[in-house]
């Protein structure tokens, strides 16, 4: 009997190809939901945004920004990025110095607060922070401060994302400047901002200042 190899087409191999290439797309994305976010300085409202799984460093120091996505790993220089999200952790790329950081965000809401941490336990401290800065029913705005002031005194700093100018404010540790360049952010509410002025709320307090105003807004 005549025994005939009959070859498939082209057109179905590459059909076959695209279906398995989606069919792996879709597996990936289902297995994360980080992205990273790039930056455009020509065109602010058109960055692209990268799907996949953010290379988390184990100490959380960015030198560069690794995302393995479906086609394979890219990387990014910090200045390149405008922000991203690596599990339930977010992160900004902030100017420091004449490059860029990237840091992760302690409070979030109308204002949004970054801490820079120069240790090398960048990723244990955040939830603890996170949980000092609560307000509720357990904790007081008076409530004495533990692992965020020491750390914040050391040689780390804040950072306030100002909704208005979308600019980052590095918060001075000095009150007397705090007033001078941090204290106009919080105009919209007048309790807080006197209080600001007056000295009651200081900048260590930082953190909970941002989240008093956040529930403020919030309840607006």
């Known amino acids: 009997m005549l025994k005939l190899k009959i070859k498939p087409p082209t057109n179905l191999k590459t059909l076959l190809s695209v279906i398995l290439a989606v069919l792996a797309t879709i597996g990936y994305s289902q297995q994360s939901n980080d992205f990273v976010v790039l ?3 020509n065109k602010p409202e058109t960055n692209d945004t990268v799907f996949g799984q953010v290379d988390l460093p ?7 920004v690794k995302i393995i996505t479906a086609s394979g790993k ?3 220089k910090t200045k390149e990025v405008l922000f991203l999200k690596a599990g339930n952790l977010f992160f900004a790329s902030i100017p420091y110095g004449k490059s860029y950081a990237i840091v992760p965000r302690i409070v979030e809401g109308y204002i949004d ?3 820079y941490y120069t240790g090398s336990d960048r990723l244990s401290f955040i939830p603890k922070m996170q949980k000092e800065f609560r ?8 409530a004495p401060l533990g692992i965020s002031q020491a750390i914040w005194k050391a040689t780390s700093s804040f950072y306030i994302h100002d909704p208005k100018t979308k600019d980052y ?8 400047k705090f007033v001078e360049e941090i204290s106009h952010v919080f105009i919209q509410n007048e309790d807080i ?7 009651e709320y200081r900048s260590e307090q930082v953190g909970r200042i941002v989240t008093l105003y956040n529930q403020s807004i919030k309840n607006e």
């Open 39 to 41: 930056r455009n300085e």
């Open 58 to 64: 184990s100490d959380g120091v960015f030198w560069s």
């Open 74 to 76: 890219k990387k990014f």
């Open 113 to 115: 607060l970054y801490f």
């Open 135 to 142: 307000l509720d029913e357990k904790t007081s705005f008076y």
């Open 169 to 176: 404010l590095k918060v001075p540790k000095s009150d007397d």
């Open 193 to 199: 901002y006197q209080r600001i002025v007056n000295g």
